[in-house]
């Protein structure tokens, strides 16, 4: 007599979460995400059981294949964006995803890539270059992998970026040529994220030949200390702004995300200043709020829909072709930025 099939009615009793939690985590439900430490535990009972999707229609096709999709935040609109990109893609060739939230926690991230390895998953696409890189290359060996971010040096990986460097020298150019010479460059921590710095390798170069003075202002505390706050980009532009904005030689003021440009906007404006007529205020990434009339930001566009295409379109073929695939084949999709000019910026005063 054949032994009983496993059912998500087992896993949850093993893995002592409920049925309907199972049958999200296997599933890849959009737009639900669980900790690391369920995760792990349903993906191990499933294991355990021998768990496998049952034929739809009486032999039909199985249950759509799993993609995990890490990322460090969900209130940043620019990741969410292109969460719902890469489902777009994903639904539109019958895969389906499950997000991992980070929360900018380099042990959160090594918890999920202990799972990664599951036959659950086909697939993992991060929405970021990876702390545990070298992990991430390792795993990339073996299993199929592609970064949404800018490219490390030092990993092999399919890469889907926009040129970080080339959108802080346009940011640059654009306010060196409406006349501002005193210029701050508010960021959250920049650590080891390669974006980030290389946003401010295109600034500073650009404004320091031109005999302009840049002022950055870091901030002092790391994102993950804070990983559960929705704000804390914004709350770094607002307070580091308000810090900034003593010195009144300063006209003009670069966020480095739109978060954090949104942040020195409202600073700026809680202390009578006006936008731009006093000051001018740049960001990065173009995500949606930044085109509302009361925001207006002038920003880069990051071409999130290209880039959550171009992602799961690297991705479905690593996962199709990887037994024919050569292993040393890294590809690098980058796109040149363009930036989108609002009403934030105008002439420096007195121009």
Do not use: W
Request: hydrophobic share 35%; aromatic share 8%; glycine share 8%.
């Amino acid at each position: 007599m054949a032994s009983k099939r496993p059912t998500t009615t087992d896993i949850a009793r093993l893995a002592g979460v409920s049925q309907s939690t199972v049958s999200m985590i296997l599933s890849g439900r959009p737009s639900v995400s669980f900790s690391p430490e369920t995760i792990q535990r349903v993906c191990s009972a499933a294991e355990q059981l021998g768990y496998r999707p049952r034929k739809r229609n009486g032999g039909g096709p199985s249950d759509p294949p799993l993609v995990a999709v890490v990322t460090p935040t969900p209130g940043n609109p620019y990741y969410s964006t292109l969460i719902q990109a890469l489902e777009n893609q994903a639904s539109s060739n019958g895969y389906n995803l499950l997000t991992c939230n980070t929360y900018y926690d380099a042990d959160t991230e090594g918890r999920y890539l202990d799972l990664l390895a599951s036959s659950i998953y086909c697939g993992v696409i991060f929405t970021y270059m990876p702390y545990n890189r070298e992990r991430v290359r390792a795993l990339s060996l073996s299993f199929p992998v592609v970064i949404i971010g800018d490219k490390a040096d030092s990993i092999d990986i399919d890469t889907v970026a926009l040129n970080s460097r080339t959108a802080g020298e346009l940011v640059a150019r654009h306010l060196y040529e409406l006349g501002h010479r005193q210029i701050a460059f508010i960021t959250t921590q920049l650590d080891n994220n390669i974006q980030r710095q290389r946003r401010l390798d295109g600034i500073r170069p650009y404004l320091e030949k031109r005999g302009a003075r840049l002022l950055v202002q870091e901030a002092s505390v790391n994102l993950h200390r804070r990983k559960y706050s929705l704000n804390i980009e914004y709350d770094v532009g607002y307070k580091l702004a308000a810090k900034t904005s003593a010195d009144p030689a300063v006209t003009a003021y670069i966020g480095v995300n739109d978060m954090v440009a949104y942040g020195i906007m409202d600073a700026l404006l809680a202390q009578g200043r006006s936008i731009p007529g006093d000051c001018s205020v740049c960001g990065f990434d173009n995500i949606f709020p930044s085109c509302f009339a009361n925001i207006s930001l002038t920003t880069i566009d990051s071409c999130l829909t290209e880039k959550g295409r171009d992602a799961f379109e690297l991705l479905m073929r690593k996962i199709t072709d990887r037994p024919n695939t050569n292993a040393t084949s890294v590809f690098q999709i980058e796109y040149n930025p363009k930036i989108i000019i609002r009403g934030s910026t105008g002439p420096a005063a007195g121009r």
